[in-house]
């Protein structure tokens, strides 16, 4: 027995998206015990010339989604960025995981050999569907999902190795 | 066709390992161009409760070769935590890389239905290997890998998405 695509990315990205999804309430909670608007959060960075939580959360859903959809063969749907609350991008991960859980395991059979094309600027990146999950897509989610929870720590969001692996339970 | 457990732990792992070092690399450059001791860097954080870079780093190998020993039915090597310089902590991360690339994919075979215990404080976490692999050390290595790439740019270090997906190559 070996192991599919399909639990590679599919499983692995709804795994880390419903975990996002927690810590965005948590943040939500936060900012009310503390007294400040949830906003100040969406729109913190790490760094001037990084991006803010908000485009953190979006991305994070966008490379999961556009990920899977290339590998099963598909043009990834398209989301506006128009979210401007923390219901609303926990709202659009919904849809995200929705989507993610669309596709079946049978849309991905093969895919470790697909050719996938990746417009990225005025380049076009080419990888085959087994090195594009290992080093593109399972990096990229995980950088933004990553960097969402860090800028909620640094921000003194209570968050743990718990919130970040697990939403929170036990394991 | 279906991909291995090798394939998404050891190569993985191996790569994003890599790329570790050359952040590592660019740091030691970037305080050497501002005029500072590279160790304010290995000790900033992003939170007074967070673990400094230095940490990050060492945990990212060690939850690395833990990850691939256990689904392997090794015990992992043990490295003491005694890296002061960039220069010693690229030398462990290159240990690290040595060790993972020693394990033969032969031993991974099976590995997606092996009984993982860890070790969690007073707690002992089981898992099969697959999900082990999913829940648990892919999401932990990229947890400590973003991290340090993120205190590192918090910190006014250049480095963006090619750098952490590629360790600065193109593709």
Known sequence: MKISMHAMSVDVFTHTLGNVSWFLE???RS???RKFDPGILLAARLAPDMLPLTRQVQIAGDIAKGAVARLAGQEPPRFEDNETSIEQL???IARTVDFLKSVPASA???AE???IKLPAGERTLEFKG???LQRWAIPNVFFHVTTAYDI????GVELGKRDFLNGGREQ
């Open 152 to 155: 909620l720590r640094h921000n």
């Open 31 to 33: 900012a009310e015990q």
């Open 130 to 132: 087994l090195d594009f």
């Open 113 to 115: 050999t697909r050719d």
């Open 26 to 28: 948590k943040a939500a």
């Open 90 to 92: 926990r709202a659009r």
């Open 108 to 110: 991905l059979e093969g």
